[in-house]
């Protein structure tokens, strides 16, 4: 099936999303990795606020090459999501509905993401001057000096993902293979 | 004897330049050739689609002089020096600079963090990772090979036991693989070392991604085992982004070296199906 969704998030827009759905994405997505999530996470444990509001928002694993001038953002694929995954449940908690990125998660994350109804979603990983073409505008919002790491606010228009982790504990890097696999057999008999 | 030649720094800096802009926007013919080969091939709809989409990305790298893949790297950078070769100047300061410059220039991403711990962006992608070679002859070869950190991280080595022999070595080759899933952005390439010393094993399998995906090993065992490693990776179906499909690997290369009567090491540098490398002789 193939989904457009607007941010912010709903549960109820999420629910109907299966792992291996396509979605094509709008509206506004944060970019945060590594050192963005350690800041975050840092300022949650001071109760402080944080550079954009969780409930309903989606963020993007990335960090873009630097924008041409006249354009809105450079090569922008993907990073490995796993490294995210220790700050991650907290973050669903607090209202976080999706994740974009690559990779698998770990299990405290899949069990986060049908608890709270959230929706991790893959980009195509090294595809980064396919993905910059759904990128409509970027601004950096929070920590210009982590270069690439900065927090930015993306404007984006049908971003083409694939859900990877559904609401309801399902897993295409766990289906997809074996659905493959599936078919090998039934064409042997 | 024959004559010396002269290369001044300012050359060296000139051509790592234009080479880290040309690795970072145009996939060498050999990857581009496998990843078309495998899309035509490619039985799996969600496969299929999803290696069209990789081709679609390097059209459109090319059109609008983007990077193939955001993480464009560390600067890894092999040198083939020439021993006839007298250079004017530091060569490791005129690589810098030509690392320094091409990133600027290329609108390339500056990945490098001066301190593993203290995580301080140096601003320039320097330094490079620089592997130099003397060689005869009277001429420079530089290759630089930005490597990403998405299939650098999935890299392993072990120290086997030499009773462990080829089994050992499929089998973690293979747990590597599945260890990886899609982290390593499949359909992805491998480079194997196998013997050396600790050291030397890792940078093998660093070396091997350096040979042209239609080159076998010369040695006809090791072109065997290349063979049966890409079929068995191949056999797993994890497919392009792990979605599932025959396409997991485009190809292995693997190198080897002698090593003690008591050590089996085996590496494996992982990479992606962005594997880049651009390559000028001076």
Known sequence: MEYSLQTPLTTAALAPLKAGDTVLLSGVVYTARDAAHARMAALLDEGKPLPFALAGAA????????????????????????????????????????????GKRSDAVKAAVVQNGAVYLGAIGGAGALMAGSVKSCEIVAWPDLGCEAVRKLVVENMP????????????????????????????? | MSERRKLTAAQITDAVEELCIR??????ADVQAALDA??????WPLAKNTLGLLQKNLCIATEKELPICQDTGMACVFVALGQQVTLEGDLYAAINE???????????????TADPLQRENTGDNTPAFITLHLVPGDS???????????????????????????????????????????????????GVGIGGSFDQCAALAKKALLRPLDVPNPDPYYAALEGELLAAINATGFGPQGFGGATTCLGVAIEKLPTHVACLPVAVNMSCHVTRRATARL
């Open chain 2, 140 to 190: 420079c070869t530089i290759t630089v090979a930005p490597k990403g950190a998405g299939s650098e991280n999935m890299s392993r080595l072990a120290m086997l036991k030499p009773a462990d022999g080829v089994a050992g070595v499929k089998a973690f080759v293979l747990d590597t693989v599945a260890q990886a899933g899609a982290n390593p952005c499949p359909p992805v390439i491998l």
């Open chain 1, 161 to 189: 993902l694939t859900v990877l982790l559904d609401a309801h504990g399902g897993d295409l890097y766990a289906a997809g293979p074996a659905a493959y696999l599936q078919s090998l057999q039934k064409a042997a008999k």
């Open chain 1, 59 to 102: 963020i993007y694993y990335v960090g873009p090459t630097p924008e041409r001038p006249g354009c809105a953002i450079g090569a922008a694929g993907p990073t490995t999501a796993g490294r995210m995954d220790s700050f991650t449940p907290r973050l669903l908690g607090l209202g976080l509905a999706a994740m974009i990125g690559k």
């Open chain 2, 23 to 28: 690795a970072n926007t145009q996939l060498p």
């Open chain 2, 38 to 43: 495998a899309q035509a091939a490619e039985p």
């Open chain 2, 98 to 112: 030509g690392v320094r410059r091409g990133y600027q220039k290329g609108y390339l991403r500056k990945s490098i």
